[in-house]
Structures are given as C-alpha cells and as structure tokens.
C-alpha cells in the first residue's frame, strides 16, 4: 500500500495517515535530505544560494513538511498510537535537524557565498542563516559540539513530555456534578455537559477543565463550592499538588531539567544565560531592556489594577455578602460586577455570535481591509469539523491564488488546548521548477461545539481569538516575498510576531465590523447598538489587572531564563506575584506547569512579546483611526499600505523597518495606554 506522507500531492493527506505510516515515511525523507546534504556539501559543488537551494531546501522541505503533517495531528488528534508513533521518531527528527545546523561543511559553504550576488530577499535569508549557524553549534567543537547535540535532543523530549502531561492532566479530570449544583451555569454548557455524561452512560452532567465548560462555570456558577472544586483541579494542573492518580502528570521535573539544560546551552554558545541567547534574533537587545519594559508597564498599569481590585472587594461585600472573596469566587464576582455596572452579561452577548455568522463577518472584513476574496475549497482533513478555504486576489487575467488555510474551530478530547497558527507550507519560488508556490495556513482554536442542533455560539472573547489567530494567518498568506525564509512569518523577530494578530483584535470592537458579523441564534436580529454601547463602555473593564496578569507571566519567564536554574521554580514565581500581582495567589497554585509557551512551546525568555508586540499593533492600528472615513469606514490606501508595509514585506527585513515604513517613525506606547484607558488619571 502507498504511504500518503510520501505521496507527491499539493496538500497533506490528512485523512489517511495512520501511525504505522510515520516511521517509515520519515525515516526515507531523513534519508534523502541526508543525501542532500552530503551533495551540496562536496568539494565541488557550487557556492551558489541557488545551487544549495534547489538541492539541499527541496529536500528538507519536503522532509519537514511530512514531520509537520505528523506533529499536527499529535496536537488536533492525539490518540496513544500517534503519540508513540509521533515519539519514536522525535529524538531521530531532533538529531538530524541539530546535526544540519551545526555542520561545519555547510556552514563554510554559505559563508562562501558571494552577497553581491544575493537579491535583498536573498541576503536578508542569508545573513539570518549566518547567524543561525552560530546559534546551532556550527563552531563549537569536539565535546562541546557532541554535548550541544545532546541538549537538543532531550530539550525536545522534555518538551513533549511537558505537553503530553498538560494535556493528559486536563483531559483525566471530570466532575459529575446533579442539576442542582450548575444553578447559573448557561443552559448551552448545561446540554453540553449532559451530553457528554450521557456518551459515557453516566448520570448527572460531565464538567470538565477544557475552557468552553471551565471558564463559564468559574463565571456564572453560583455554588462556590462548586468553582472551588474545579478551579482547585485546574490550577494544580500536572504538578505536585495534583491529586491521586494525576500526580503521575507532574512536571516538576521536566522543568528542572529543560531550565538547565537551557543554562548549559547558553554557556555552549557563550552567553551568560538563556535571556541573553533568546534575544539574539529579537528586536528587544538585552533582558535589561525587557525587564525594564515590563516594570514601567507595570508601573503605569498598577493605579488601574489596584482600582479594580477595590471596586471588586466593595461590590463582593456590598452586593454578593462575601466580606473575603477566595481565588475561585473573583471571576463569579467580576461577571455578576459587569452585569451590575454595565446591564449586560457575556452570555447575552453569546447568543448574537453564532460562529457560522461571525467567520463571514470576518471573511468580510478581510475582504474590504486587504482586496481579496475568501471561498470555500476542498482538502482533506482530521476531522469532519474542519473546514478548508482558499484566498484570492482580483488580476485582470482572472482570479489569481494568494494562499489556503485550514481551519479547526471546535475543543474536544485529544486535542490540546489554547489557539494558535501554524503554516504548512511557505510562499517559495521554488528553484527546483521555478514554479511560485502560494502558502498554506492552520488557524486552530478550541470553542464550544454546537448542541441540539444550533450552530456553536461564541464568546466575545472568541471572537476576539479568531480574529488573533486570522492576524497571524493573513502574515504568513499575503506575503509576496518570494524567498521562502524570509516570506510570510519566517524570520520575523519573535517579539513582533503578534504585531498582525493583535491587529486584529482592534476591529472586534468596531461598530462597522459587528454590525454585519451578529445575529441572534434564534431571531436572527443583529446585535443591538444599545448592547454594544455597553459592550464599549465596558471593553476596559479590569483593563488594569489583566495587564498586570500579563507582566507577571512575562517578568517571571525573564527572570526565570536570566538567573542560575532553580532546583523550585515557585519561590521566583512566589517573588513575580508579590512584585506585580494585585490579587493574592493561594499556595497551592502551579499554574506554571501548565505554562506551554515557555517550557513546550516558542516563547521561553520570550513571553514578553505579546506585551511588546500590543504597542507595535495599538500603534499601528491608530493608523486607521486617524485616516477613518465620516461613516466610521476604514480608508481603502491605509489598509493597502499595512498590507505592503508590515504583510507583504514578511521577513524579508527588520520590523523595525516595516513600522516605519508603514508609520514614518518609530512606535509609542501612547496607544496602547489609551486603547486600554490607562491613559487618563485614576478616578478616586
């Protein structure tokens, strides 16, 4: 039987592959990629950026697009076949990429490059290979190298095991709870869990800590005991504090070990610490820097932060009877606080976005901003939820392709949690064929699935991550760079990656975007201007907290990757929370084991670039604001100059370069504080 990971096909063969598939067809791509390698690292071979490309780039491409089918469906489809199938290979995928990037042959052969025979594309990949060499090991030597190796291989080991236990750890939790204890849960989360207990067979109603059921039940559930039950599961998520059998989820030691093994990297390479070499191909230039960003953040967020928290404390005591509100009681407190001050809740809100209505309201908006069009195409997929669309742009030839994507709406088991972007493949124009390649794009979320019938329906906050993780979509599918290491997001400075999908964001909030994006889920009637003056009125509400949340997973991360590896990360974190939090933590709280962004994913000494990230997008988007039409409209060359200046361009130069070009100067923090009312002073 063919094996659909090697077959020659445009798109991955998703519905076919199986994990009996993956050894084999990984092993021959390595293969041949090795081969690949040796060619273009001969004596004789040319010294040339196309010559090495379209022998030794096809090949790994090709290599890396198989891997990344695989690695795809171990997030959206876990099962314990894929997942022993997906770590069988990892160590041997790990090696083989470690050993590309420190090989002295290769590296000498880019350095034999002539740049004055590079395009600016071509050089902007070239100098960031140069450096990348360096930060691969290509000049360690001896032992140095072979331990450097090592490193990268149980890093990516470690890695895993850190998110197969988060995801292991919250999948095992369920509470079975009777009818009487969900009073003032929303009656959509009610059916859903009643539905999930009935597919086991099991009376009672199925909660779980997947956020469509976790988060609304933290919110509207009125027996406090109830919140306190799972808010005590999830925040002891995978860690010592777990209970019975989910101790065995505990990631204590993955984090020790991946911290060290980061230290030892960092000396590797001749650095002080992993702060110091995360830094190296991002815009900020020292952890100093960062730190310092974060604690004047901090400083100015804290009047509002600690406002918040007394409006919260007076209306716990004044309206709710809770003289001391405990951790699992604040979300209840600031959703019944929302509903007092502003007569609207989130469930309300809810039923005006079902999901079907908001893509195409998306869809629109996508449209009008950039000059495309967006339709629906044919793919094979992982699951029957998942839907598959093609991007297009008007030529006077005809419609011409921009890009595809992929898109996985809904939570279920198997599937690990948050949102994110991932590409599938690249815009290249390929040296083997001269043939453009257009990209392609996963957005995944993780929302509430419809029930009895109705479509899905979304929180406002959910429509808020689809327009995120579109932002990171539409950088990595507009691009027209045509140098496939610097098109779309590929070599874009980390901390300005969330520039386009907090971009985004903004429009979420615009009367001329939601006018056509709502629609009640049983009238039909579109989202009343009385409710979202009041959805407005209240876009700021506990603004101040939330920033403060987000400085403290920022500033814990630097700290935690710019001092000696602790053998207990939580005194640091305990030292973070008392620096910036303004809400008490209990003693018991390990939400960092649970804090994949730096231990399994691309964020280590680097989660500071979501809030760095917010004053290159609040900047940006004052563009819009500035150049908006009477009727509220957005100015067609505004949006055709974002594209060029930030979309289009990609990686193919410094994002400092394309804010300027897209804003004339340098950006200020002056819109961000302003988007988020901490521009004015606090009220007494």
Known sequence: MSNPLLETTDLPLFDRIQPEHVQPAINQLMEQASQALETVTAADFPARWESIAGVLDVATEKFSSAWGAVSHLNSVADTPEMRAAYNEMLPKVTEFWTRLGADERLYAKYKAIDPATLNPEQRRAWDNAIRNFVLSGAELQGEAKARFAQIQERSAELSQKFSENALDATDAFAYYATLDELDGVPADVQQAARAAAEAEGRDGYKLTLKMPCYLPVMQFARRSQLRETLYKAYVTRASDQALGEALKFDNSANIREILALRQEESELLGYANFGELSL????????????????????????????????????????LGLADPQPWDWSYVAEKLKEARYAFSEQEVKQYFPAPKVLAGLFKIVEDLFEVSIRRDVAAVWNPAVEFYRIERATASGPQLVG?????????????????????????????????????????????????????????????????ETGHGLHHLL????????????????????????????????????????????????????LYDKMIAAKNFQSGMATLRQIEFSLFDMLLHTSAPPEDIMPLLSQVRAEVAVLPAPVYSRTAHTFSHIFAGGYAAGYYSYKWAEVLSADAYAAFEETARPDGSNAP?????????????????????????????????????????????VAA
């Not at 804010?659 to 988007?675: I, M």
């Open 404 to 468: 595809q994507f992929y898109l996985d709406q809904p939570a279920r088991k198997g599937k690990r949690g948050g949102a994110w972007m991932d590409d599938v493949r690249a815009r290249w124009l390929r040296p083997d064929n001269a043939r453009l390649q257009t990209p392609v794009a996963h957005l995944v979320c993780n929302f509430a699935d419809g029930v009895d019938g109705k479509p899905a329906l979304l929180t406002h906050d959910d429509v808020i991550t689809l327009f995120h």
């Open 637 to 681: 060359e505004t949006g055709r100059r974002y594209r060029a200046a930030i979309l289009e361009a990609g990686g193919s130069r410094s994002a400092m370069d394309s804010f300027k070009a897209f804003r004339g100067r340098e950006p200020s923090l002056d819109a961000l504080l302003r988007h988020q009312g901490m521009a004015d002073p």
């Open 479 to 530: 691009t027209q760079v045509n140098e496939r290491d610097v098109s779309g997001i590929s070599g874009v400075e980390w901390d300005a990656v969330e520039l386009p999908s907090q971009f985004m964001e903004n429009f979420c909030w615009e009367w001329n975007v939601l006018e056509h994006m709502t629609a009640h889920v049983d009238t039909g009637e579109p989202l009343p201007r009385a």
């Open 280 to 319: 190296v191909t991002k815009m900020a230039k020292s952890p100093a820097e960062v730190i310092a960003f974060l604690r004047d953040l901090a400083r100015r967020a804290r009047p509002y932060a600690e406002k918040d928290v007394a409006d919260l404390r007076a209306f716990a005591k004044e309206e």
